[in-house]
């Protein structure tokens, strides 16, 4: 979910780590709490482009392409404000595209948050450095009810605020 001034913007269908929740080196998690962007990667690059060590490869995968799941499209790269996620920037957790779309909205990362190509895309031209992303436990409310009833949801809730405002994951 994408909030600016408080008000709920966009709603992007995610994937969190397969390996649980926690902040440790070498757990495979995602962290939990509040967060900010520290570096943004990937301007222009085109969608799909690979990423290997936060550098452009030029190879350019399309959405659900078989084989490995690399990083792609663009990097936010985030910067734990908690004591329960200090070590996630040093860990290397980020927002970032992913080729494996078709594993969004359940867990399937090795502890960042995934997003779709064109989503994390547009999210990345709407945010500056600085802003607040919220990892929740719980799920977001789904767009669309009927969504739910197909048992489709989040796998974790992940709110990022483009203000000072409070952000929640109530609306």
Known sequence: MFKKDGKTEFRFPVSTSRFGIGDRFGSYATPLGKFF??????????????????????????????????????ILWLEGAEPGNRNAFNRGIYIHGTPQEKLLG???????IRMRSSDVAALFDRVVTGTTVRIIPDHLPSVNPLLRDFGISYSHGFIASHSGSPESASE
């Open 37 to 74: 962007v520290r570096m943004k990667i990937g301007s222009g690059q085109p969608l799909g482009e690979v990423f290997h060590a936060r550098t452009p490869t030029g190879e350019v995968l399309k959405p659900n392409a078989p084989g490995r799941d690399p990083i792609v499209t663009r």
């Open 106 to 112: 359940r867990p399937a990362s090795y502890g960042c």
